[in-house]
């Protein structure tokens, strides 16, 4: 009893629902290894009594917690209410977020007055911002907390859209370095918003990778989740290149011409795409051009850039140039340097200024491509533009972990746990933040992180966006099923999200794909954020297990006929999927009983847009069934609808095939026909096959006689969350 009640002071679970009506006990060492992963002694029976005692003290005199969260148009939070009658409030507002930057001071009554509904005659609402808060009682106790002040929801799409999901690597243009670029992104929003209509185009996590040979490929593992990867660079577009003196212009003409051998490789000799040999190339070119002196203007941005960025640049930039030295393990360096802030740090930041200076050059020239390709999408017309991509975590070796080493959980990973798909559970080796730290910081390195992403975007879709309420922390050396859950506190983690969002005009999508908790997806549709809706997986769960009629889909959603993780609407249509996994061997029951239950799958998804009159040209078309799949959607009222890219061209490859390593070559296959030959953005652009199913799109879809769904979420049931890390 005394354990539980630890845990559940920290926000540590003690059980877990798999399924409906069954419940399981973690095991009380996990429970114990994650209190102490959270700093928290519960190794022996006097330890627990010991640090509940202490947890429970602390809470009974708490005045506040570390974060205080009040939503603009609500009462004041229910912990300022119920201070002491008396009590004086005093705000000191964030700097910048108001023109009269003096603090604000309220005092609590004793009881309600005459004000608006809800709120006490005593309430103020203070400005939007992260500001700081502080409390004085009557009886002269005092406490202070960061106080963040958010609207009460996130910016919504301006009105119905369609737009393409597309992995950026897999994107080559005839131009591309051997993988796609920002020059292809750019390119892929400039034409599909000015010639398709399209409203958006979404990418994967564009994070910086943790260098190595091999390189992890997964855009799911960065090194770090604050700063872009440049390789993603477009070399020829930054500014300086065409500035190169003559040696280094022979250089660089050599460069080319393997970026040209690579890029040929991959499109017509069957080669996959190649992350390490890109950017070996890329940063040989990068470091020619970095001796190219910046001008005045450009210098001027530079140092503007350096300034917002601050320290988390330079520690980021520092653990790339301490990689190039001692290898990407940081936790094998030299111990001295497995510190950011230690003596012996600062004397390698001064012995490597210059590798500083050039990868923040690098995260520099980065964002202003990335900021060019927003720019792009907004020029063509696009009323939301890119759609980046919020990993759900970082590499444990990565430059997040080392220069945030206090809000990491030591010892953890998040995964997902055991359930009716899943029977082991799922380990994504990707170590947690600690709820605590993030907490006392006003979350501050969370708040850091989605203004950088936000930079940029026109929207921002968060990965395992249940992660914002809680997440799955393994502990080390011990299997998926001997987790537990651990919570966050939700209404701030969702407060910060909003007030970064609504500062950044940006739409926020959650990939709510899964086993989700109760209460969730409706907590994240109060305020705003849109869902994901896969329509392979919309049924009637609760009724006859039928495909879901389009008018009961939900309103707040991104609608897709697929995502990365799962496979293309052809290889959905045909079966190849399922011939795939059995390959490999991943299938649960024999090959013909799963092709015989996803054959009738298939006939009762394309039975039903026959009779709905989505399927004109009949039974036995791939590509018809295809266009059939995306007018269903348009007749669902989802807020926006997604294209998977490859489904344009009738691509039967998955890019990711979750369960898989070195089985699949996840995360490194360009965009391909139906043949299975990869083709470039041109060759896309130009594409028969894809004009015909955007043609769809463009139309004025048929909506006769469907009605809108409400809004906000629907109880349903998805999909295993799987993915592969």
């Known amino acids: ?27 009380d060492d ?63 507002p964030e700097p910048g977020t108001t023109d009269a930057p003096a603090p604000l001071r309220l005092r609590v009554l004793s009881a309600p007055a005459a004000s608006a509904p809800g709120s006490p005659a005593w309430w103020t609402e203070p400005p939007l911002g992260v500001h700081r808060l502080t409390v004085r009682t009557p009886d002269h106790r005092q406490a202070t907390a960061t106080l963040v002040v958010a609207p009460d929801r996130v910016p919504q799409p301006p009105g119905r859209t369609h737009g393409f999901l597309v992995q950026l690597y897999s994107l080559l243009s005839a131009r591309s ?20 209509g399209a409203g958006f185009v979404q990418v994967n996590p564009l994070h910086a990778a943790v260098p190595g040979s091999p390189t992890d490929p997964s855009p799911y593992r960065p090194s770090s989740r604050r700063f872009p990867d440049p390789i993603h660079l477009h070399i020829e577009s930054i500014p300086e290149y065409g500035h190169v003196d003559e040696p280094g212009r022979t250089v660089l003409d050599d460069l080319r011409q393997q970026a040209a051998a690579l890029r040929e490789a991959v499109l017509n000799k069957g080669a996959l795409i190649d992350r390490d040999a890109v950017w070996e190339l890329k940063k040989q070119a990068l470091e020619i051009v970095h001796q190219v002196p910046l001008t005045p203007g450009r210098r001027a941005a530079y140092c503007d850039f350096l300034a917002a960025q601050g320290q988390a640049l330079e520690d980021h930039a520092l653990w790339c140039a301490l990689a190039e030295v001692h290898g990407p393990r940081w936790r094998t360096w030299p111990e001295g340097l497995r510190d950011p802030r230690s003596p012996q740090s600062a004397r390698a930041r001064a012995g490597l200024l210059e590798r500083v200076d050039f990868h923040c050059r690098l995260a520099w020239l980065t964002d202003t491509q990335l900021a060019t390709a927003q720019d792009a999408a907004r020029e063509a017309g696009m009323s939301v533009g890119i759609v980046h991509d919020l990993a759900v975590g970082v590499h444990p070796d990565g430059a997040d972990t080392w220069a945030q080493q206090d809000a990491f959980a030591q010892g953890m990973s998040v995964g997902a746990p055991p359930d009716a798909f899943n029977a082991h559970g799922q380990d994504w080796g990707l170590p947690p933040w600690r709820p605590d730290a993030l907490a006392a910081t006003g979350y501050a390195p969370y ?62 999508i959650g990939e709510d794909l899964g086993t989700v908790e109760p209460g969730v997806r409706e907590a994240l549709a109060r305020r705003g954020v849109l869902g994901t809706s896969v329509l392979w997986f919309e049924r009637d769960w609760e009724g006859t297990g039928c495909p879901l009629a389009p008018e009961r889909w939900r309103q707040d959603c991104v609608a897709t006929a697929t995502t990365h993780d799962l496979p293309s609407t052809a290889a959905r249509l045909t079966g190849d999927h399922v011939t795939l996994r059995h390959r490999l061997g991943l299938l649960a029951q024999g090959l013909e009983q799963e092709l015989a239950q996803d054959a009738a799958d298939t006939a009762e998804w394309l039975g039903y847009l026959a009779r709905l009159g989505l399927l004109p040209e009949g039974e036995g078309d791939e590509e018809a069934a295809v266009r059939a799949v995306h007018r269903f959607l348009l007749r669902t009222p989802a807020r926006m609808v997604g294209v998977w890219l490859p489904d344009t061209m009738g691509d039967r490859r998955p890019q990711n095939l979750p369960g898989t390593w070195d ?16 083709v470039t953005l041109e060759e896309i652009a130009a594409s028969p096959r894809l004009h015909r199913l955007m043609e769809v799109l463009t139309r004025r879809p048929d909506t006769t006689g469907v009605a809108a769904a409400p809004e906000g979420p629907r109880a349903r049931t998805a999909p295993p969350d799987a993915r592969s890390s």
Request: charged share 15%.
């Open 663 to 678: 089985q699949y070559p996840n995360w490194r296959l360009p965009v391909a026909d139906a043949e299975g030959h990869p």
């Open 30 to 92: 996990t429970v114990t290894a994650v209190l102490a992963a959270l700093g928290v002694d519960a190794g022996t029976p006097a330890d627990v009594r010991r640090s509940l005692a202490a947890a429970e003290s602390a809470a009974a005199s708490r005045l506040l917690p570390p974060t205080v969260v009040a939503w603009s148009g609500e009462p004041p939070p229910a912990v300022l209410s119920a201070l002491p009658p008396g009590t004086v409030l005093t705000v000191d």
């Open 177 to 196: 370095w051997g993988m796609g670029d920002l020059a292809d992104l750019a390119d892929l929003a400039a034409w599909s918003g000015r010639t398709l």
């Open 447 to 508: 708040r850091h992180l989605l203004r950088g992403l936000l930079a940029h975007a026109g929207a921002l879709r968060i990965d395992h966006v249940m992660g914002l309420f809680r997440l799955w922390w393994v502990p080390e050396g011990r299997p998926p099923t001997e987790g537990a859950y651990v919570s966050h506190d939700a209404e701030a983690m969702l407060a910060v999200l909003v007030l970064e969002a609504h500062r950044a005009g940006a739409v926020v």
């Open 1 to 27: 009893m005394g354990l539980s009640r630890l845990a559940a002071l920290h926000g540590v679970a003690t059980s877990f629902s798999p399924s409906a009506d069954v419940t399981v006990s973690v095991p």
